[in-house]
């Protein structure tokens, strides 16, 4: 079973985070647990190779099948994804802020909380990608196939990265340290000016983007660091209080926090015995250092001359 964080080919790193591979095989007949899916702040190309995905939404209690591949724009509201198994593998390609933006020419706006299919977009690159993934046989040869892919779209980009980008990449790290006028002037725009361009290129508006950032960043520290109580979170994130952060939790997640990580510990991974790679310790960097002395680093890997084929479950 796979769920790990990658690296891409280092000509991709100015546009690509990371890659996060899921790949699971649950008995046949297994009542497979959903996985809690509050908004985080990412803008994501998805492909899923075996097995498929539905979200549900828990406001509108509908629930939406995926596509093989979809371009996700940002979330503002609590999903539920349901694996569709019983072998499921997704893998996700993180965006730099942007970038998607510049790939697409899509309005990001238009993209909130909700998906496009990636084959509608970009038919030929994708259905060609779409058909190669699913015959891949290891983690290293998926990565491969999605790294041309990237290596082909970025270098047909005609949109030059703007500073908002770059303004956005400092929210994601440090939500607890910024405000909105002071992004705005830092980047030469009017706070009127800095919030068309925001929702354009990510969807939603700068003081909802750092909402969200935030309250990402308080859940990965008690995800990390299950030893640190909810009132030391709340401040390290510069909320006013535990009141302040349970009240994001519960506009963004729907949930108190205490409720949330109980839901996060049923999560399909962890049927496995394995954590969610995309809540590692890199998004808890501002922890003070003595906090972190007993923190496991989670693997990144963008060849692992060890790697085998994927699990066929024997």
């Given amino acids: ?46 492909f899923f190779p075996r097995g498929g995905e539905r ?13 093989r591949s979809a371009i ?8 539920n994804r349901h694996l569709v198994g019983p072998e499921f593998c997704v893998l996700l390609v993180n965006f730099h802020p942007g970038v998607l933006y510049r790939i697409t020419n899509l309005p ?66 440090h939500p607890q340290e910024t405000s909105v006028l002071a992004l705005a002037e830092s980047s030469c725009f009017s706070p009127r000016q800095f919030e068309r361009l925001f ?5 939603v508006s700068p003081k909802l983007f750092i909402r969200i950032a935030r309250m990402t960043k308080a859940f990965c520290l008690k995800y990390n660091h299950p030893e640190l109580d909810w009132l030391s979170i709340a401040l390290l994130c510069n909320y006013h209080d535990y009141q302040h952060l349970a009240k994001d939790f519960k506009d963004l ?12 510990k049923d999560a399909p991974e962890r049927q496995f015995g ?20 007993n923190t496991t680093n989670l693997e990144k890997n963008r060849k692992n001359e060890n790697a085998t084929d994927f699990d066929t479950g024997n």
């Fill in 199 to 203: 929702k354009e290129r990510m969807g």
């Fill in 253 to 264: 997640a729907g949930v108190a926090p205490t409720t949330y990580l109980t839901q996060e």
């Fill in 274 to 293: 394995l954590r969610d790679s995309s809540l590692a310790d890199k998004l808890v960097a501002f922890l003070p250092p003595v906090k972190l002395t």
């Fill in 108 to 173: 990001f706006y238009e993209l909130t909380n909700t998906f496009v299919d990636a084959e509608d977009v970009l038919p030929t690159e994708i259905r060609r990608v779409n058909e190669r993934l699913s015959s891949a046989g290891s983690p290293q040869e998926m990565i491969s196939i999605v790294d041309r892919l990237l290596l082909e779209l970025t270098a047909a980009i005609r949109k030059d990265a703007h500073p908002i980008d770059t303004v956005t990449r400092q929210l994601v790290l």
């Fill in 55 to 67: 979200v549900e939404h828990l406001a509108s209690n509908t629930l939406i099948s995926r596509p």
């Fill in 72 to 79: 996700i724009g940002q979330s503002s509201e609590r999903t």
């Fill in 1 to 46: 079973m796979v769920c790990h964080e990658f690296l891409p080919d280092p000509r991709l790193h100015s546009f690509v985070q990371c890659y996060q591979l899921r790949h699971f095989i649950f008995p046949a007949g297994s009542n497979i647990p959903f996985k809690p899916y509050a908004p985080r702040p990412e803008q994501t190309l998805a």
